[in-house]
């Protein structure tokens, strides 16, 4: 008895653990940590349930070898009360044991429940705001402490990174990523733009999506001579003087554009929004696209 109780504690702490590794997944999830958190937490989870059945299995179920005839017949009225017997047995081991029970459905569904919250990140984002800015006419191009950004602040070969006003901070901080552009300038000689973006560079200056259209890394190398922007994570390389095209890497798609006016105080402003859905494609690029141009339509 002693054995068997020692079984059942043990049983108890492994339900325990996957509960409770569980509720780390779903915190970690929550606040968006590492996925090394994520997967120890389900793995966790995940192994905290093996481990309590097999010790349920090797030491908590009745131990009998059933031997099967190999030929098929009726089995006899004896056989037959056994096997009823055998089952009676394990229900009545189920119910003299309803805490291990209840603690199991409970372990299961705590796992259950958490290995749903991935779904929530498939396909739009519950805002719907995947692909989509905060780029509007008029909006005014400030740096991360919110300071306006003038034309004088750029010299010829510069690059600073902007954002649109009032979205930064930390209750912005994950749109930031979306709204962050890279804005650069460049001598209007060299300027190869399409012509219906003519009036996109007022003295030089140009606004690209600082997000890759590859993977989604952050751009973050800018060469002056050969008005270059390179992305950092797998060399996709992209022209500022012809509209953003892609010119070497992995890339498929030119960067987003935004269309830059200078205000009377000599500030930087937005034209319009962004040329294109920004961000790396994915299986919902078109549905995304399509929204983006909806709503620069109504913009």
Not at 159 to 166: D, V
Not at 200 to 215: E, N, V
Request: charged share 20%; proline share 5%; aromatic share 8%.
């Amino acid at each position: 008895m002693h054995k068997e109780k020692r079984a059942q504690l043990l049983v108890g702490f492994w339900l325990c653990v996957s509960m409770l590794a569980s509720g780390v997944f779903a915190l970690g999830y929550a606040l968006n940590l590492q996925n090394e958190v994520l997967g120890a937490g389900l793995g966790m989870g995940c192994m905290g349930i093996a481990c309590a059945l097999v010790v349920w299995s090797r030491h908590l179920m009745p131990e009998e070898q059933v031997e099967d005839q190999h030929y098929s017949e009726r089995s006899s009225e004896s056989e037959r009360e056994t096997s009823v017997d055998y089952l009676d047995t394990g229900i009545q081991l189920i119910a003299r044991r309803k805490w291990l029970f209840r603690l199991g459905i409970a372990a299961a569904s705590a796992l259950g429940l958490v290995a749903l919250f991935p779904f929530r990140s498939w396909g739009f984002s519950p805002k719907g705001r995947i692909g989509l800015t905060d780029w509007r006419t008029g909006a005014q191009l400030v740096t991360t402490d919110g300071t306006p950004i003038r034309v004088d602040d750029l010299d010829p070969g510069g690059m600073i990174t902007a954002f649109p006003k009032g979205f930064v901070g930390h209750d912005d901080i994950e749109q930031m990523g979306l709204d962050a552009i890279v804005v650069v300038r460049v001598d209007l000689a060299q300027l190869r733009l399409p012509s219906d973006r003519a009036s996109w560079a007022p003295s030089g200056c140009l606004a690209y999506s600082k997000i890759c259209t590859h993977l989604g890394c952050p751009l973050g190398l800018y060469r002056q001579e050969s008005q270059q922007l390179m992305c950092p994570c797998h060399q996709s390389v992209f022209n500022v003087a012809d509209g953003g095209t892609v010119m070497f890497g992995p890339a498929a798609r030119s960067l987003p554009q935004l269309p830059l006016e200078i205000a009377a105080d000599g500030t930087l402003v937005a034209g319009g929004p962004m040329s294109d859905y920004v961000g790396a494609d994915n299986w919902n690029y078109g549905q995304n696209a399509k929204e983006t141009t909806k709503k620069c339509s109504a913009s």
